[in-house]
């Protein structure tokens, strides 16, 4: 997680909302990282966790990653757990919940859904106190540039 957090600042550097990503592979090898990057490229798909899958599945030259852990600082949207779904990734291990947006326990629950052939373990809170912080601080940075400027 201490990895998913650093991806997490330097997508703030940028100007996207800081949420790391990070795949871990069987032996805890590192096959890819991403931070958010929807400001940087203009692509609203492009999240942590989707552009993390996207390069693991690169990496490994193929899209099942039914061997792998997704770390991420924050619990993943519809759209994340979807992809996530997807990739048949076993385990996922995330930060602080998003009672806003988030899909495996806060608003919805994506993937543990029993109607879907795949449904990842799911370790939830690591680091949530950090992971909350660093979104806390952003958005409070964010709002003070809106009402100043």
Known sequence: MAQALDVARRAAQWGDVPIGAVILGPDGEVLSEAGN????????????????????????????????TLVVTLEPCTMCAG???????PRV??????????A??????????????HRPDVV?????????ALLGEFFARHRACTVDG
């Open 83 to 89: 992809t996530i779904v997807a990739a048949r990734i």
């Open 37 to 68: 990057e929807r400001e940087l490229t203009g692509d609203p798909t492009a999240h942590a966790e989707v552009l993390a899958i996207r390069r693991a599945a690169q990496a490994r030259d193929g899209w099942r990653l039914d061997d792998c």
């Open 124 to 132: 939830c809170g690591v680091m949530a106190e950090e992971s909350s």
């Open 93 to 102: 291990v995330f930060g602080a919940f998003d009672p806003k947006a988030g």
């Open 104 to 117: 495996v326990s806060s608003l919805f629950d994506v993937m543990r859904d029993p109607r879907l052939p």
